[in-house]
């Protein structure tokens, strides 16, 4: 079974963008004003967010990964930038994986972990994990998540692979499925549709592998099969 592709969103997931403004001098910044994403190379003096670099390489052992990005329309070095900015933080592991656009949703992909709706993102094909919401607050979570469902896709149904299981993240992950489970409920309460009803059905699924996994009785209504 082929592995999931998984695509990531740069400024604001992998990258620090505010730590390349703080980077920039006066003048720059009086210069470019409310558009300081324009200014030239300012997307090669930004640092990695806390986490992201060793997130990556742990999630690359499980998907397919790829980079999903955008870049200002104004700053021709900034397509540039990026991608040696890839380089220098991953080497080769996004060698000929990089996509720049402004239409997200014309991608084709399992999982992308963006921070922002905007281009395309909320409409991406596959499921939006959204990095810095209460749900995905960081890349531990967002870690923890996207390991759980791999670790359920070449198995049969009810089975799971003990193997896999790094047991010190099963609690971790039963809190972000249960915390995810409250926001689905929340909006299908609000909106009703048979979309939500199928993902909270899903996620009934996933959890309660889990907690099988944990030895942990199931008496949560949520997780009734």
């Given at each position: 079974m082929?592995?999931?592709k998984l695509?990531f969103?740069m400024d604001g997931?992998?990258?620090?963008?505010k730590?390349?403004?703080?980077?920039?001098?006066?003048e720059?910044k009086c210069?470019?004003?409310?558009n300081?994403?324009?200014?030239?190379?300012?997307?090669?003096?930004?640092?990695p967010?806390?986490?992201?670099?060793?997130a990556?390489?742990?999630?690359?052992?499980?998907?397919d990964?790829y980079?999903l990005?955008?870049?200002?329309?104004?700053?021709?070095?900034?397509w540039n930038?990026?991608?040696?900015?890839?380089?220098?933080h991953?080497?080769d592991?996004?060698?000929?994986?990089?996509m720049?656009?402004?239409?997200?949703?014309?991608?084709?992909?399992d999982?992308?972990?963006?921070d922002?709706p905007?281009?395309?993102a909320?409409e991406?094909p596959g499921?939006?994990i959204?990095?810095?919401?209460?749900i995905?607050?960081?890349?531990?979570s967002?870690?923890n998540y996207l390991?759980?469902i791999?670790?359920?896709?070449?198995?049969?149904?009810?089975?799971?692979?003990r193997?896999?299981?790094?047991?010190?993240?099963?609690?971790?992950?039963i809190k972000?499925l249960d915390?995810?489970?409250?926001v689905?409920?929340?909006r299908?309460?609000?909106?009703?549709?048979?979309?939500?009803?199928?993902?909270?059905?899903?996620?009934?699924q996933?959890?309660?592998k889990?907690?099988?996994?944990s030895?942990?009785?199931?008496?949560?209504e949520y997780?009734?099969?």
């Open positions: 082929s592995r999931k695509f969103d997931v992998l990258v620090d963008f730590s390349g403004i703080d980077r920039l001098s006066e720059e210069e470019y004003g409310d300081l994403d324009n200014v030239p190379g300012i997307f090669s003096r930004m640092d967010i806390p986490g992201a670099i060793e990556v390489h742990r999630l690359s052992e499980y998907y990964v980079i990005s955008t870049a200002p329309w104004n700053n021709p070095t900034a930038d990026k991608i040696d900015w890839l380089k220098r991953f080497g592991l996004f060698k000929k994986r990089v720049l656009t402004h239409c997200k949703n014309l991608c084709d992909g999982y992308l972990v963006d922002n905007k281009n395309g909320s991406f499921e939006w959204h990095f810095g919401s209460e995905f607050p960081n890349w531990e967002v870690t390991i759980s791999t670790l359920f896709h070449e198995l049969e149904e009810g089975s799971i692979n193997r896999a299981i790094d047991y010190g993240m099963v609690e971790k992950t972000v915390s995810y489970m409250k689905l409920e929340a299908y309460d609000e909106e009703g549709s048979n979309e939500l009803y199928k993902e909270i059905l899903q996620l009934t996933l959890t309660n889990w907690l099988i996994a030895g942990e009785v199931n008496e949560s997780y009734i099969d």
